[in-house]
């Protein structure tokens, strides 16, 4: 098959046209005059053309691919073009010109996979391997598909101040950071994982820009709004006036990473933080427009991550067809698992401390624990109703970047819980049929940390470090500020070293038996679970009362089939009295399924049962 280009026209940025000439176009209402300033090949300054609305526009002989160009306002400062595809000198350095057509793809047989397929692996792409690279994650792909995962999920790679970063400080939404490799490299990595059978998912922030690199306040205020504020300060401006542009540069944004790059899904960060009081919103149109441009030519996966739980956003149609958005982060099953599995009670686990079987029994049946529910933590209702959502809606998981790198030393959940009690737990979440989401180390123990880690400097690396630590001084171990100067530094490399994946562990034996172990689920499920996803089923739950943490599901599809859980998460065995229908397709030890058969559990262990009607 002949390799083919794939290429995302904006009404923005520096685009190669066909004849060899490069349309430069920026969106700079403040501004009276804008420069375009070449700074290698045929350097000089040219001006822009200012057009109706704000735009400025050049079509330029004088610049080609690889030409490094930024952009002067009103003759006094110079900046990035914020659509910018590459910036090989980082956040405050020039712009690269980028042929996106030079990129050969092989892939295009490629669809992607259902989204009931999915079991996502979350990853910074910095930390997961030694080099760092998109290249070096390429190298690890056999290693995924040997570990049962079906799609990657980038933490976001647009570029940010400096060499390492989680992402989420991006202020270039179109580059991919440079540190991580060109944006070659990328699609190469893409390429490589759909040869594999892996689909690709990349974590995008719409809800602010980093504190660091970001010019638009200079000459595009309208970006944002005082109307509405977020813990970054004042909101971007999705429904205020002069917001049609910066609307439609969110959702090129989304489009580009779709088409230019053919990731597979976008997760979007944080959308609760996104203010827009208009109709359609910000979120409603963007997924409309996604929809409607990819149609049924490929499978693409849009996800949130949405405090707020608000169910509307992942409504089926009549069909059970994805109407918006496939699925939500679920941070109820991971809070409430979290308590069983800790005891914690501090911040929002509080909410979950009364009683924990109660509100994991709710989200294995409904989806949300929280559903219009007061939450104390949140000080009001938190909720809608997701009773009639599939299990496909919802995502779960036991770490993910935030719960782990948001504790102040970064702890995995292997060295906060007991050993029997996780395993239980992991063999409930990764054979329920709610997709599964695992944290890049999580599946071999790892005892590396993931810490918060930025490249800030001067005054703006002082205050984020005092920023971080200061957060937990509402923490009983942080009371003193000699405790909370143990807070490891987010700007210190030896702070983003020690949350690199530690890969010479799995040769210890502890780290080989959870690969092991992690393996053998997702081999089960894909055998005996992912054949009845996608079918509308009815879903029980029932709890033991009292100090008994005896667990009982039962997921009944619209085929007959019957999926059933029974668990106890404590540590006494407990009495089984059910009529006994079919020996177990998966037990945590065999002396489980012995003791089952015989009417009783012992303590943290799990079996599933299979029926078929």
């Not at 400025?56 to 900046?79: C, H, N, Q």
């Not at 219009?372 to 809606?393: C, F, M, T, V, W």
């Not at 930025?454 to 002082?462: N, Q, S, T, V």
């Not at 089939?561 to 177990?584: C, D, F, I, W, Y």
Request: net charge negative.
């Amino acid at each position: 098959m002949a390799p083919m280009e794939r290429k995302h026209s904006m009404p923005f940025g520096a685009e190669l046209l066909s004849d060899g000439k490069v349309r430069f176009r920026l969106w700079a209402p403040n501004a009276k005059r804008v420069t375009l300033c070449l700074e290698n090949g045929r350097q000089g300054a040219y001006p822009l053309l200012p057009l109706d609305n704000g735009w400025f526009e050049r079509i330029s002989p004088e610049a080609t691919a690889g030409s490094l160009y930024r952009f002067k306002i009103d003759d006094k400062i110079e900046v990035p073009d914020p659509a910018s595809r590459f910036q090989p000198h980082d956040v405050h350095g020039p712009s690269e010109v980028v042929d996106s057509t030079v990129f050969q793809w092989s892939d295009e047989r490629w669809r992607g996979r259902r989204w009931e397929e999915a079991v996502i692996y979350e990853m910074h792409v910095g930390a997961f391997t030694p080099e760092g690279t998109f290249r070096g994650v390429e190298q690890k792909l056999d290693y995924l598909c040997s570990l049962g995962v079906t799609a990657v999920e980038l933490m976001p790679v647009a570029d940010f101040p400096g060499t390492r970063n989680w992402g989420y400080d991006g202020v270039l939404l179109f580059a991919p950071d440079s540190s991580y490799g060109r944006p070659e490299d990328l699609k190469q990595l893409v390429q490589a994982a759909h040869a594999k059978g892996l689909m690709m998912l990349l974590d995008v922030v719409y809800n602010h820009f980093g504190p660091e690199g970001n010019y638009l306040h200079q000459y595009a205020p309208q970006f944002f709004t005082n109307r509405h504020h977020t813990p970054w300060g004042d909101a971007i401006n999705f429904d205020g006036p002069e917001s049609r542009v910066v609307r439609d540069f969110f959702i090129h944004n989304a489009l580009y990473w779709l088409e230019e790059y053919n990731f597979d899904g976008l997760r979007l960060d944080a959308v609760h933080a996104i203010v827009d009081e208009s109709s359609p919103d910000i979120l409603t149109e963007l997924a409309q427009t996604v929809r409607e441009r990819f149609g049924s030519e490929r499978f693409v996966h849009l996800i949130v991550e949405n405090g707020d739980n608000t169910a509307r956003y992942l409504n089926r149609d009549q069909a059970g067809g994805v109407r918006l958005y496939d699925a939500q982060w679920n941070d109820d099953i991971h809070h409430c698992l979290h308590v069983l599995l800790t005891g914690e009670t501090d911040g929002y686990y509080a909410d979950y401390a009364p009683d924990p079987m109660r509100y994991l029994c709710r989200c294995l049946r409904e989806g949300f624990a929280y559903q219009g529910d007061y939450s104390e933590y949140h000080g009001k209702n938190r909720g809608e109703a997701s009773s009639h959502l599939p299990p496909s809606a919802f995502i779960s998981f036991l770490q993910n970047h935030d719960q782990v790198g948001n504790r102040a030393f970064g702890e995995r959940i292997a060295q906060l819980a007991d050993p029997r009690a996780l395993k239980a737990i992991v063999e409930i979440l990764f054979l329920a049929p709610p997709p599964p989401l695992i944290f890049m180390g999580e599946e071999f123990g790892a005892a590396s940390p993931f810490l918060f880690f930025c490249d800030f400097h001067g005054e703006l690396a002082a205050a984020v470090t005092n920023g971080r630590r200061s957060e937990f001084a509402r923490f009983t171990k942080f009371n003193s500020p000699e405790e909370r100067e143990s807070i490891p530094d987010p700007n210190a490399e030896c702070t983003y070293l020690r949350s690199k994946l530690n890969w010479d562990s799995l040769q210890d034996k502890v780290h080989a038996d959870w690969l092991n172990l992690y393996r053998e689920l997702l081999s089960v499920r894909q055998s005996k679970v992912a054949p009845h996803l996608g079918r509308s089923c009815v879903t029980r739950c029932d709890v033991s009362q009292g100090r008994e943490r005896k667990l009982s599901v039962d997921w009944i599809f619209a085929d007959g089939a019957h999926l059933e859980l029974r668990a106890n998460l404590g540590g006494k065995a407990v009495s089984m009295t059910e009529e006994q229908r079919t020996p177990p397709f998966y037990a945590s030890t065999p002396e489980a399924a012995t003791a089952f058969e015989n009417g009783s559990l012992p303590p943290w262990s799990v079996v599933w049962l299979e029926l078929i009607s």
